[in-house]
T-cell receptor, first 112, second 115 residues
Framework: AQTVTQSQPEMSVQEAETVTLSCTYD???????LFWYKQPPSRQMILVIR??????QNATENRFSVNFQKAAKSFSLKISDSQLGDAAMYFC?????????FGEGTQLTVNP | GAVVSQHPSWVICKSGTSVKIECRSL??????MFWYRQFPKQSLMLMAT?????????EQGVEKDKFLINHASLTLSTLTVTSAHPEDSSFYIC???????????FGPGTRLTVT
């Protein structure tokens, strides 16, 4: 079974600084998808960024980028120029094409 | 596009009663819908996967007789919590996936409080 591990229950960052959230996963599949979701206090799940495993290039969405290391099964999220609105719970997720498997989450605090 | 709604957003019911939660894909057809449960400060736990026109597939440990799922159309799935008890109080989230797609689109969630 696939597992997703987020080893940082809580992280904090100063406004305008950069922070990296860690995620590792375990799978025997070669083709899969990885996601980072943001869950603000409203609890609406918001897709931040996605990565297809067959793509070697790391995905980027504005201030958000990932470091995808397929051999190491690592998928970290870097948030640049952190903003107060980035404060939320962040979940790393894995999909083999059907169900999503989520990590435990990392609570990000952004300090003004 | 790819908007998913849930109704109600918050429901309070008495112990022993049943409550139904609706999940709708508003601008696309959802071949598959998923139901999750989330406790405070915890991750999402998949409860079941439903495909339109067929029986739902429940995850291990989820009581199928307590959590009834019906995916009657390509835009609507319902979760009915039967004979609810206080321990069923939680946040329930649905998601929907297009045919031939891999991304899930999430609804805003429903907070259930059983008194």
């Amino acid at each position: 079974a696939q597992t997703v591990t987020q080893s940082q229950p809580e992280m904090s960052v100063q406004e305008a600084e950069t922070v990296t959230l860690s995620c590792t996963y375990d799978t025997s599949e070669s083709d899969y998808y990885l996601f980072w979701y943001k869950q603000p206090p409203s609890r609406q799940m918001i897709l931040v960024i996605r990565q297809e495993a067959y793509k070697q290039q790391n995905a980027t969405e504005n201030r958000f980028s990932v470091n995808f290391q397929k051999a190491a099964k690592s998928f970290s999220l870097k948030i640049s120029d952190s903003q107060l609105g980035d404060a939320a719970m962040y979940f790393c997720a894995y999909s083999g094409g059907s169900r999503l498997t989520f990590g435990e989450g990392t609570q990000l605090t952004v300090n003004p | 596009g790819a908007v998913v709604s849930q109704h109600p957003s918050w429901v309070i019911c008495k112990s022993g009663t049943s409550v139904k939660i609706e999940c709708r894909s508003l601008d696309f057809q959802a071949t598959t819908m998923f139901w999750y449960r989330q406790f405070p400060k915890q991750s999402l736990m998949l409860m079941a996967t439903s495909n339109e026109g067929s029986k739902a597939t429940y995850e291990q440990g989820v009581e199928k007789d307590k959590f009834l799922i019906n995916h009657a159309s390509l835009t609507l799935s319902t979760l009915t919590v039967t004979s609810a008890h206080p321990e069923d109080s939680s946040f329930y989230i649905c998601s929907a996936r297009r045919d031939f797609g891999y991304e899930q689109y999430f609804g805003p969630g429903t907070r259930l409080t059983v008194t």
